[in-house]
């Protein structure tokens, strides 16, 4: 049973910055692609970052965020973060973390395990 908590969201003013972690209870987390997706109010869940399994750690973005999140992983912490700088209100979602074993991490429908979310609300 792979189970997945996020922590880390709050209220934050646009511009400002927050660190997402994601705690996995697995017992190889190095062989699982992890990601981040979000989902606003009224919308649909979306893709927000990937990170490989292995080591190699090669990362994927969806174009909103690119170079303003960084997605990063500590295999000996199994755990994976989402670094957010230069935050804007249309970031506000609820971020939810993602995990599947062997997966291509870049393909976002492979993705079966799911943590619960955490909040992240953007002031303007």
């Known amino acids: 049973q792979v189970q997945l908590v996020e922590s880390g969201g709050g209220l934050v003013q646009a511009g400002g910055s927050l660190r997402l972690s994601c705690s996995a209870s697995v017992r190889t987390f190095s062989t699982y692609a992890m990601a981040w997706f979000r989902q606003a109010p009224g919308e649909e869940r979306d893709f927000v970052a990937a990170i490989t399994w292995g080591s190699l750690h090669s990362t994927y973005y969806a174009d909103s965020v690119k170079g303003r999140f960084t997605i990063s992983r500590d295999n000996a912490k199994n755990t994976v973060y989402l670094q957010m700088n230069s935050l804007k209100p249309e970031d506000t979602a609820v971020y939810y973390c993602?995990?599947?074993?062997?997966?291509?991490?870049?393909?976002?429908?492979?993705?079966?395990?799911w943590g619960q979310g955490t909040q992240v609300t953007v002031s303007s």
């Open positions: 993602a995990a599947e074993p062997w997966a291509d991490a870049s393909n976002t429908r492979r993705y079966k395990h």
